[in-house]
């Protein structure tokens, strides 16, 4: 996912608010919940980053997908929660927060390690000491909820699960930014939100946890272990 700048009239932006209204409050929502394991090696302040949970759980919730965020590692420590500890597997997954100098390209606001199970690890780039936002009144937290929305999409929907509107733009334009500084949220369609409850069930019914990639943050590793990932 990254970040074009581009200048939208009035219209413009009045599309993407229609491509964008919440559709869907008739979605089922699922009583699995995923497990997001957080890990903060850039040390947000705690309500920026809890900000950018709440935002990725209202969109994924819009959805019909149900995340809870445990709080793994922050402040240059790990947290002892006994959450924190067991393997991810298809339904714990591990969220890390990163400074952009591990992108491959610094505009880049995340990555997911894609794999044919689904994948486990999602990166999302931050910061703390200089704006994301290029908006003024968007919060950053706000933007990286996107962003943790965007990446977990990837790992439910598999690759090639970029659209041409909503949460799974594969470029946020300023337009973009100017509607979520507004209240708006980038949201999954109907059909996406279908795709990611069954992956999701598909991911119950295997719970043990499945071999991974060892993730780094470097870009070697990214190459080989993602032939598909996507930002
Ligand atoms: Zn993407």
Known sequence: MKLIMARHNASMILG??????????????????????????????????GQAEAT??????????????????????????????????????????????????????????????GGVY????????????????????????????HEIGHLLLGTNSHSSSGIMRPVWRQADEEWMAKGGLLLFNASQARSMRSALMARFSRREPTPQPTPALDASSRVVAMPDFSH
């Open 16 to 49: 993407l608010a229609l491509a964008t209204i919440p559709v869907l409050s008739d979605t089922p929502v699922s009583d699995q919940r995923l497990t997001v394991r957080v890990v903060d090696y850039v040390n947000l302040q705690a309500g920026r980053r």
């Open 56 to 117: 990725a759980k209202r969109i994924l919730g819009q959805a019909g997908v149900m995340v809870d965020f445990v709080e793994c590692f922050s402040g240059g420590a790990a947290i002892q929660n006994p959450a924190c500890t067991a393997a991810p597997g298809p339904t714990v997954l591990v969220l890390r927060i990163a400074q952009p100098r591990f992108a491959l390209e610094l505009e880049q606001f995340g990555y997911a390690l894609i794999t044919p199970e």
């Open 122 to 149: 999602v990166t999302v780039f931050i910061n703390p000491e200089r704006r994301k936002a290029t908006v003024g009144i968007l919060s950053d937290g706000v933007l990286l909820g996107h962003a943790i929305a």
